[in-house]
């Protein structure tokens, strides 16, 4: 008898190998952003057709601010034009936008348009897209403790009552469930300061495969790779 295949509920996606498309093909980096661009639409598109209820893609982290003023503008305008874009595609197919990381340093005219589609799509139930911006986690575990040392202050918590729930209630993933499937593209062994919390039991799958040609056909290895998986979370 045929086995039936399991959807994970959450994906979250370590985007790397763009510039390296591009290298390949003689051809500047932002040429990889933007085929990178083609890839987050197919992968969400076909994420919400089979069942997935949460992707989270890592799109611009904290460290990501080092590289070169011209590649950062570049990011900046594809994920505008994106949010443009997208707005009406995600409404259109009952999917909710949710981002993460700290929004307050990225530009005015992007703070703004993600408020704006957060707030249409909050009622939205096909799928929730939560795209990391401005993300790190270590930046995200500071701030949570940061909230939770107020909170104490203000006698709003007791500091002995901190338990895991409490602490997960105060990160940007707040109300998320955890990741059952971490896929990174380009064949790097790294988390790169993604999840850290959130990923202590997801399995993990990493593909040579470079971002801009990870499609629908990708995505499903991926989740036939993860059948294969026998998750005990710490249990026998
Ligand atoms: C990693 O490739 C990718 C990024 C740092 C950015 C991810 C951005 C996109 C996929 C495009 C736009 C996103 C949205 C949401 C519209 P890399 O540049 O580190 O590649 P390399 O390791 O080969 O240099």
Redesign the pocket.
């Given at each position: 008898m045929k086995k039936k295949v399991k959807i994970p509920q959450h994906i979250a996606i370590i985007?790397?190998?763009?510039?390296?498309?591009a290298?390949k093909r003689n051809l500047p980096?932002v040429f990889?952003?933007?085929e990178?661009?083609k890839?987050?639409r197919e992968i969400t598109k076909n994420c919400a057709k089979i069942g997935v209820k949460y992707l989270t893609?890592?799109?611009?982290?904290t460290e990501?601010w080092k590289r070169p003023e011209n590649e950062i503008k570049f990011?900046m305008g594809?994920?505008k034009n994106?949010l443009d874009k997208e707005k009406k595609i995600l409404i259109k197919n009952n999917i909710r936008l949710k981002v993460i990381g700290n929004k307050t340093k990225l530009p005015l005219e992007i703070i703004k348009k993600i408020k704006e589609i957060e707030r249409i799509t909050k009622n939205n139930t096909l799928l929730t897209l939560i795209?990391a911006l401005n993300y790190g986690a270590r930046d995200e575990i500071l701030n949570a403790v940061k909230n939770i040392a107020k909170d104490i202050k203000r006698n709003k918590i007791e500091g002995n009552k901190i338990t895991e729930n409490l602490f997960e209630k105060y990160l940007y993933t707040k109300d998320v469930p955890d990741p059952d499937l971490l896929i990174r593209t380009?064949g790097?062994m790294r988390i790169s300061n993604f999840l850290l919390w959130q990923i202590a039991y997801t399995e993990i799958y990493v593909t040579k495969t470079?971002?801009p040609d990870f499609r629908k056909k990708e995505l499903l290895k991926a989740i036939y790779d993860f059948n294969k998986r026998e998750r005990r979370f710490g249990g026998i």
């Open positions: 985007m790397d190998g763009n510039g390296r498309w290298k980096r990889g952003h933007k990178g661009a890839s987050v893609l890592y799109a611009f982290s990501n990011l594809l994920l994106y795209l380009s790097e470079l971002w």
